[in-house]
């Protein structure tokens, strides 16, 4: 590892920042030096707008990818290089607000019948039952379920804010039948390896496996707040 991406590195730690996020901004400052084979810190403002104008004109990516870019190199500018009159103006795109694509009953029914991982059932039903970030579904712990008040409790989701949501009947059927087949005791849902929670991918592929097995893929957005997700 370099000295400048270990810098990038503490710097965002300093912050607080969630693992997720200082993994994509140091993506981001590591595939904008590969664009020009150079080390980021011999790159000026000429190269970033190039290489901004080169995600939106050839690589044609979505606004929130573009966004990401954008916050990522303004901190490493500003932040890292302390060369804040590079990034001087730069904006992040304004984003479409379009309507999700809504599943009929039939077709969550279907969903969920297509996922034979009882565990993969569960949390997805979470997910989709109270309305839980990915990130947030995996990092339930046994204790954050109140069966009695009928809420899940949420630590440390977006913004590191604990709050709590709503805990379905169904979701809760759902969550016995789990716990009694698998006995979890910290994680409600634990790796293989019992070292940690469940992967945030491993849950995309289930996802994936289960949207083309109930025939849903096509024309579905990605949205776990709200509706279900089928990844394409």
Not at 3 to 12: E, G, H, N, V
Not at 94 to 113: G, N
Not at 157 to 183: F, N
Not at 206 to 224: D, N
Request: hydrophobic share 40%; proline share 3%; with cysteine.
């Amino acid at each position: 590892m370099t000295p400048l991406r270990q810098q990038l590195i503490d710097a965002l730690q300093l912050r607080g920042l969630a693992a997720n996020t200082i993994k994509n901004y140091v993506s981001v400052v590591a595939k904008y030096a590969r664009h020009f084979g150079r080390s980021p810190d011999r790159l000026g403002r000429a190269e970033l707008q190039q290489y901004l104008l080169h995600l939106v004109n050839e690589r044609k990516v979505a606004q929130g990818t573009y966004n990401r870019a954008v916050a990522a190199l303004r901190f490493f500018y500003r932040e890292i290089l302390s060369q804040g009159d590079v990034v001087e103006g730069l904006c992040f795109s304004c984003k479409e607000r379009k309507l999700p694509e809504v599943f009929s009953h039939e077709e969550v029914e279907r969903f969920f019948a297509a996922l034979v991982s009882l565990k993969h059932r569960a949390i997805l039903m979470a997910a989709y039952g109270s309305g839980l970030r990915v990130s947030e579904a995996v990092a339930l712990r046994v204790k954050d379920i109140d069966s009695q008040r009928m809420l899940l409790r949420v630590q440390q989701g977006k913004g590191r804010k604990d709050r709590y949501v709503m805990l379905p009947e169904r979701l809760l059927v759902v969550l016995r039948q789990y716990w009694h087949a698998a006995r979890p005791t910290d994680y409600l849902f634990p790796s293989r390896s019992q070292q940690g929670h469940l992967s945030r991918i491993a849950v995309y592929n289930a996802c994936r496996r289960a949207a083309t097995e109930a025939g849903i893929v096509e024309g579905v957005q990605k949205r776990w707040r709200g509706e279900l997700v089928a990844a394409v």
